[in-house]
């Protein structure tokens, strides 16, 4: 079982940054691929970035690619999400999620434990 607690939301002008982390409880954090999500009001909720169980790997979302980087620290069991140059348009609740296996793919395509949302509004 992994328990999934994402940090870092809040309320930012357009341009501005912001740095969301998730920390996880569980004892093979380093097992799993872990990724974030996000679900804007009245949308569904959209795949944002991925990263594998070692780091080596990241995939992101064309619409944040250049702007958004994953990253992972297994030691404290912590992922991060660094967004910069946020746009209105990432305004969404956005989830922390943590794959079945270690490959971005199990996580992208089907998590299996989600944290509980961390509000991100930009304003213009």
């Known amino acids: 079982q992994v328990q999934l607690v994402e940090s870092g939301g809040g309320l930012v002008q357009a341009g501005g940054s912001l740095r969301l982390s998730c920390a996880a409880s569980g004892r093979f954090f380093s097992s799993y691929a872990m990724g974030w999500f996000r679900q804007a009001p009245g949308k569904e909720r959209e795949f944002v970035a991925g990263?594998?169980?070692?780091?080596?790997?990241?995939a992101y979302a064309d619409s944040v690619k250049g702007r958004f980087t994953i990253s992972r620290d297994n030691a404290k069991s912590t992922v991060y999400l660094q967004m910069n140059s946020l746009k209105p348009e990432d305004t969404a609740v956005y989830y922390c999620?943590?794959?079945?296996?270690?490959?971005?793919?199990?996580?992208?395509?089907?998590?299996?434990?989600w944290g509980q949302g961390t509000q991100v509004t930009v304003s213009s």
């Open positions: 990263i594998t169980w070692s780091g080596r790997g990241t």
């Open positions: 999620a943590a794959g079945a296996g270690r490959n971005i793919t199990t996580v992208q395509r089907t998590p299996a434990y």
